[in-house]
């Protein structure tokens, strides 16, 4: 199999950010983008979708944390669609349930080709440790815009807003893991009756 790794690298006016993802790695995560719950939520992605990911961003912090946030999204969607390729011989869907003590999230991920975002999570307080949490939709539909996938995202149930945000970025990373799985029985085979995703 050949290797699936990308860089790229995002320099706007608001941000600068470059991204290295592996999607055959072991969860190593290095984080620096100046915002410290989006460091713990990516981190889960990469341990849990066993991916290795590295993220370094600047950004205008001092305006909010928004232009950030929304870029990075953007520039790991575009890793992933490079490290991903033709899609050839995967298993094109992935799905997961995690709970977190009182918390439960599905996410469903389909890697279509067709940008898409169901989002649906219901948060109980609108900031934790000082993070906007309407922003982790803004980084999900960066992500879905450049990734090139749908992506349904449904909290099913949480009072507390850090359990619900880690549930999810858990989930995100397990259901990625399943899709991205080599599938030896599609061994050079695209998994679309159209032949192309």
Known sequence: MTERTAEI????????ISVRLNLDGSGKAE????IPFLDHMLDQVARHGLVDLRVQAEGDLHIDDHHTVEDIGITI???FAKAIGSKTGVVRYGHSYVPLDEALSRVVIDLSGRPGLEFHVP????QVG??????????FQGFVNHAGVTLHIDNLRGVNSHHQAETVF???G???RMAVTPDARMAGVTPSTKGTL
């Open 130 to 139: 000082g993070f906007d949490v309407d922003l982790f939709r803004e980084f």
């Open 31 to 34: 984080l620096d983008t100046g």
């Open 170 to 172: 858990k989930a995100f």
């Open 9 to 16: 690298s995002r320099n706007t006016l608001e941000t600068k």
């Open 77 to 79: 969607g575009q890793a």
């Open 123 to 126: 948060f109980t307080r609108a």
């Open 174 to 176: 397990r259901a990625l």
